[in-house]
């Protein structure tokens, strides 16, 4: 019973002996990993690792991603005593799943971050680990993905997001969540054809090649239809899964940098997630959860929520 463990156990996040399996604890109370995983930097028998890149040098406005991660880790704890809810199966029973806590920089360095942030995540890679980071602004995935295609090869992605952040920028010493794209496009971390941003809103001249399928298309033909149409587009190749909260509405997210009317709603997010199911995902990220707007934290809430449906769409192919 959940209440008889929860009068016996606390802290998890450091007293857990084993990285799989529920942790039933008090929701107000204890040490806030993501989902009550254990902290640790020892991958040894991890399947899989969650971290956190809490940087937003890189914002058009609305600063306070840096406090994503925190916030998310949070918002996590109200759902970690059973299995996600109807998938079929327990990924945080069936695989050994670590906290492995933050990436270290120098925030007065901003320039140095995409090299480090490929140099963390590439770390985890390393002990053949997979890993879901949680940001940060939205400039974080290019080093993810640099740090992804050095082991997999160029990624299909799928990006959830309201802009495509494919907008020109040739110079390589600029860090800017508007280009990381373009750039991942240009240095052949990405394939852009088969590739899919999911949601977009915004006017672009220049997809560089990526599939759009934009918020009136999940509108209008819904959100299992534009799942169906991805799974096609992607195939069976790599695939890496990003994440843009601002994706969402900002009825369903107002604690973003960018937020942008007209987007997916939560209950839509959760479906075409669900839907994705069997893509051969090796690693995602959720980003620009900006708690400083967001008081009730509705937005750390769904990028909780985020964060475990990658955890689950990863761990489905692996059964």
Known sequence: MALEDA???????????DLKGPSFENVFAGAPSFLRRRYTK???????AVTGL???????NRPGTRLGPRAIREASLLQPCDAPYGWGYDVLSEFAIADYGDMAFDYAMPSEVPGRVTEHVGGILATDTACIALGGDHSVTHGCLRAHALVHGPLSVIQIDA???TWADDDAARVDHGTFMYKAAKEGLVVPERSVQIGIRTDNPDPVGFNILDARAVHSQGPEAIAAQVRE??????CY????IDGLDPAFAPGTGTPVWGGLSSAQAAVLLRGLAGIDLKGGDVVEVSPPFDPAGITAIAGAHVATELLCLWGWTRR
């Open 7 to 17: 009068k016996k156990q606390i802290d998890h996040a450091f007293t857990r002996e």
């Open 42 to 48: 020892d991958l040894g028998g991890a399947d899989i």
């Open 241 to 244: 899964l990003t994440f843009d």
């Open 233 to 238: 587009i992607v195939g069976n190749a790599p």
């Open 54 to 60: 809490p940087f937003d040098q890189a914002v058009t």
């Open 163 to 165: 802009h495509t952040d």
